[in-house]
């Protein structure tokens, strides 16, 4: 890739944390994802100052575990360089444009719209050249990887479907942009979960139990019952964007859930990575 530029992609987890700390880049970027339901705003008044002076509006709240708010902004003050927050809609006006329809297992938009498409136009107006992308897959996550690659032009890039004008009828043209070539640090390393896990322990970085949102529709019925119960505002606003036949999973709504009483009692180490959605980029 010769002399191009190198993003960093910070999902809010230890790996792409471990990444921004330990490998070089030319970026650093973390796309929020916000909701606008007020129940759900942190009780920190500054944070939420701080916050919305990052993303540049007023933010309401996210649908990820406030913890992640913190875990940027320390590991900005760790690795002494500026990480850039992104975000260009909220999941409520995602749901909207898509006219109520939720994302799922088939039809996982909420990644490509909420964080994606937010990385995609900040290097679409700062760089607009082919970048690598540092991505945190682990050491036994080659498969991933090779999945990922797999979807690469001849060329080896990403490419990505973005809006570039309008047709003369009005309606928008879209086309599809080679944009980042995928470049897995960790796994070039060798570096696997537990070389991760250690690496934090006496680092003043604060971490969530698990990132991405706390109503991840891939997690499991067990975690999601669970978050019910440390994130009870939260999982409230996921289950009411199910309305008018609307689900976030086929076989059970997320009210079901909440009625769910497990018959053991299961902690958070209990769940792997894959209860998480998987959508660091």
């Known amino acids: 890739m010769g002399n191009y530029k190198t993003i960093c992609s910070i999902s809010g987890g230890q790996s792409s944390a471990y990444i921004a700390a330990n490998y070089k880049a030319d970026y650093r970027v973390f796309s929020l994802v ?4 007020r129940r759900c705003t942190p009780k920190d008044k500054k944070l939420v100052q701080i916050v919305s002076d ?11 575990d406030d913890k992640i708010l913190h875990t940027i902004l320390d590991l900005e003050q760790f690795i002494g360089n500026k990480i850039e927050w992104l975000n260009l809609v909220s999941f409520d006006e995602v749901i909207k444009k898509k006219g109520g329809y939720l994302p799922n297992k088939m039809q996982r938009f909420c990644t490509v719209e909420m964080k994606l498409r937010a990385i995609f136009r900040y ?3 700062n760089i607009n050249e082919p970048v690598k992308m540092q991505i945190g897959f682990r050491a036994n996550e080659q498969r991933r990887a090779k999945n990922m690659l797999e979807r690469a032009n001849k060329n080896g890039l990403i490419e990505f479907k973005d809006i570039i004008g309008k047709h003369k ?8 942009i080679a944009w ?11 570096i696997y979960r537990d070389n991760i896990t250690t690496y934090w322990q006496d680092k003043p970085v604060r971490f ?11 997690r499991n019925p067990l975690l999601l ?17 199910e309305n008018n036949g609307a689900k976030w999973r086929s076989e059970i709504t997320y009210k079901e859930i909440n009625k769910h009483k497990p018959q053991i009692e299961l902690n958070l180490e209990d769940f792997s990575t894959c209860d998480s959605g998987y959508c660091g980029v």
Request: aromatic share 12%; with cysteine.
């Open 34 to 37: 916000t909701i606008e339901d």
């Open 54 to 64: 990052r993303i540049g509006k007023e933010f309401i709240a996210t649908a990820e």
């Open 123 to 125: 290097w679409k107006a």
């Open 169 to 176: 009828s009005g309606k928008n043209k879209w086309q599809n």
């Open 180 to 190: 980042q070539k995928p470049i897995f640090p960790l796994i070039e390393s060798n």
């Open 208 to 218: 969530a139990p698990l990132n991405n949102c706390v109503g991840c529709f891939h």
């Open 225 to 241: 019952k669970k978050m019910y119960l440390a994130h009870p505002n939260k999982m409230r606003w996921f289950e009411d964007q």
